[in-house]
């Protein structure tokens, strides 16, 4: 197994495009910005070997985009009340 010791790199954009694929019921420009925003935070790796990426890193990488899905949703539901009580 060529990859067991990390050596083919899963690179930023194999990433991005792996959580969009994942979550393809949402806008794809949505779902690019929050990774690339828990990537500046450090909340993801910008950078990983492939098989660190399907044994340790996805799961908990789409567990935070799934908060943040949610968290913004929320935002938005809470800013429509907010315009409509003024």
Known sequence: MLDYYGSIIKKKDEIINDIIRKYNTYN???????????MEKGEI???CSVSGWWVFLSKTCYEKVEKEIKKRELEEIDLKKINDVL
């Open 45 to 47: 790796e910008k950078e």
């Open 28 to 38: 794809p420009a949505n779902i690019k910005e929050i990774v690339e925003d828990l």
